[in-house]
Each structure stands twice: as structure tokens, then as C-alpha cells.
């Protein structure tokens, strides 16, 4: 019985305006801030992927580019190291145009009843004599 005459009073009772003005000034306030902050938050999150997705895709054409030029020298490397491999390369039809472009010397012998001459391709037909001499001292 205490309780329901405490309840009466209570549902009678007429908070001030200023009160209500006040509180939901503040309730504004706050969820125009946390707003701001969302806003705020998403934004640094998209340039954040945005910069990961840039070096994911940096990272993955540096390491095919190295990949790829790692297996070109290694290619060349051997070519250059190895005569018999040159040789052996030498004589199949296809490979032994990029073997007459990628060995950097001349290899020439005698392996028993064969013999081979695996020459570096020299620049002839320019107009300019001395840049070609140039060049094919630079090939040589």
C-alpha cells in the first residue's frame, strides 16, 4: 500500500522543460559525436585496405618480375657457364636462336666425331660504322 501511493505521486509529477531541453541536447550532442567518430573510424578503415590492397599487388608483380628475372639470369648463367649445354641447346631448332643471343662469347670445339661454333650475334648493316663497331665491342 506504501508502494502505490509512492507510485501515484511519481506518475504525477511534471519533469521542468528545462530539464528535457537539457537532456536531449546532450542525448544530440553524443550521437552527433560517436556520428563524427564512425564516420571518422570507416574512413581511416577504407584508406587502410586500400593501402594493403596496394602493396598485396605490389608485392605479388615484385616477386613474379624477380621470380622471372632470377630464372632469365640463371638461364643465361648457365648458357654462358656450361659450353656442352650450350651446345646441346644448339641444336634444336628453336632454342638456338635464343642460345646465339644469350651466350656471351664464342665456344667452339671438337667433341669426337663432331664439332661446334657457338658465336655471340654481331650488329651489322648501320649507317653509323663507329656505333656499330660499338656495340659489337660491347657484345663481345
Keep these: 500500500m506504501f508502494k502505490d501511493e509512492y507510485r501515484v505521486v ?3 509529477i511534471k519533469p521542468d522543460e528545462r530539464l528535457i531541453t537539457d537532456t536531449i541536447r546532450a542525448a ?3 550521437s552527433e559525436e560517436t556520428k ?3 564516420v571518422a573510424e570507416m574512413r581511416r578503415m577504407y584508406i ?3 593501402k594493403v590492397a596496394g602493396r ?3 608485392n605479388r608483380f615484385s ?3 624477380i621470380s622471372a628475372a632470377a630464372a632469365f639470369a640463371t638461364v643465361v648463367l648457365c648458357l654462358n657457364a656450361l659450353p656442352p649445354l650450350a651446345r646441346a641447346a644448339d641444336n634444336v631448332p628453336v632454342l638456338s636462336t635464343i642460345v646465339d ?3 656471351f662469347g664464342r665456344f667452339s670445339g671438337q667433341d669426337g666425331r663432331s664439332g661446334y661454333d657457338i658465336t655471340v650475334p654481331q650488329i651489322s648493316g648501320l649507317s653509323d660504322t ?3 663497331d660499338a656495340l659489337n665491342e660491347l657484345l663481345l
Design 36 to 38: 563524427i567518430t564512425k
Design 63 to 65: 616477386k613474379i618480375g
Design 28 to 30: 544530440h550532442e553524443i
Design 101 to 103: 643471343a644469350l651466350t
Design 56 to 58: 598485396n599487388k605490389m
Design 48 to 50: 587502410m585496405k586500400k
Design 10 to 12: 511519481y506518475e504525477h
Design 130 to 132: 663507329e656505333l656499330e
